[in-house]
């Protein structure tokens, strides 16, 4: 279990006494912050608790099959709420919301705060904190929330869990799909979670303009001296190819498989600022270590940062000459 029996009363109570509750999701949200968020607002509405759902960025459109999901806004004020939930949110700055919601970090809300997450470097930020990072998602751990304090798990529910699930195990394929997540799995399933809704919306369904810039972002993949898989992708890339942020989600995966390669970096410049996405298969590598140099983190195989500044390609040329030819 992630928990204490302490904490599972703990947290029933919080909701059930809460009259306002809002749940807040990190930045570029993937599918486990969003299947956590929005398993829980689907949960609450169950309870008739009025609740809220605050995101700093839209809503992937691979992801847009997710119940309730255009209720997401970024301009709810946390101080207005009883209880807040954060999902699947390691620290602030993986938040987006340090500049327009510093309530949410200078501790002035901590006693409303529940933190449930399973990331490694998590900063404990809430009044309780829940976290097992050795859980395959954020959801997983709230399906045992849940069926810890006999709330119902409906097939909504049961969709957006296995979405976090499934996204953060990349379809059962990386190496925290171990026996338990295809337990859990299963056990979603059972539920009336929607698999095939799942597949078709975030592994198959493509449109052209991600491919292109896919195209991109394989077109100048360059493996350095340290075994360093590396590319890029600068603003007018994802002008050119009239894409958003979203559409990269997933490429850098294809990297840490080139043979020989220790660990995958693509970078990326998103409005004054430069984001690294890292990721390896091998398990004498940790990405999380090279991502806090950089004050990021993550998990020991799939990690991030975001600096300021922005990318300036340099390419090396020499001459040969014609006894060398």
């Not at 689907?42 to 099959?65: H, T």
């Not at 970024?74 to 919301?97: H, R």
């Not at 490694?120 to 998602?137: E, Q, V, Y």
Request: proline letters at 3%; one cysteine or more.
């Amino acid at each position: 279990m992630s928990f204490t029996e302490e904490e599972v009363a703990i947290f029933k109570k919080s909701l059930l006494e809460a009259k306002r509750v809002l749940i807040v999701s990190h930045k570029n949200p993937d599918g486990d912050t969003l299947g956590a968020g929005l398993g829980l607002y689907c949960l609450l509405r169950d309870l008739g608790k009025p609740a809220d759902l605050l995101c700093a960025s839209s809503i992937p459109e691979y992801l847009k099959f997710l119940p309730f999901c255009d209720r997401y806004k970024n301009n709810y004020e946390p101080q207005n709420y009883d209880l807040i939930i954060m999902v699947d949110i390691a620290d602030k700055n993986v938040s987006g919301l340090t500049e327009t919601h510093p309530m949410l970090w200078d501790g002035s809300l901590k006693e409303r705060v529940i933190n449930i997450d399973h990331h490694p470097a998590n900063a404990k930020f809430g009044f309780l904190n829940i976290i097992d990072t050795g859980k395959a998602s954020a959801t997983v751990i709230l399906l045992e929330l849940f069926e810890a304090c006999d709330f119902q798990v409906t097939a909504d529910i049961a969709t957006c869990f296995l979405t976090g699930l499934y996204t953060d195990t990349g379809s059962f394929m990386h190496q925290n799909s171990t026996p338990e997540a295809m337990k859990v799995a299963g056990k979603l399933l059972r539920k009336g979670g929607n698999m095939a809704l799942i597949t078709k919306h975030v592994f198959r369904t493509t449109q052209v303009k991600t491919m292109r810039l896919w195209g991109k972002v394989f077109s100048r993949i360059k493996v350095n001296e340290e075994g360093v898989a590396m590319s890029a992708l600068t603003e007018s890339d994802y002008m050119e190819c009239d894409a958003k942020r979203e559409d990269i989600a997933g490429a850098v995966d294809y990297l840490k498989y080139i043979p020989g390669v220790k660990y995958a970096s693509l970078l990326t410049e998103d409005q004054g600022k430069v984001k690294g996405s890292l990721r390896t298969i091998h398990d004498d590598v940790d990405v999380q270590e090279v991502a806090i140099r950089f004050g990021g983190g993550g998990h020991v195989k799939a990690a991030g940062f975001t600096v300021p500044g922005r990318l300036q390609r340099e390419e090396v040329w020499r001459v040969v000459g014609a006894e060398n030819t």
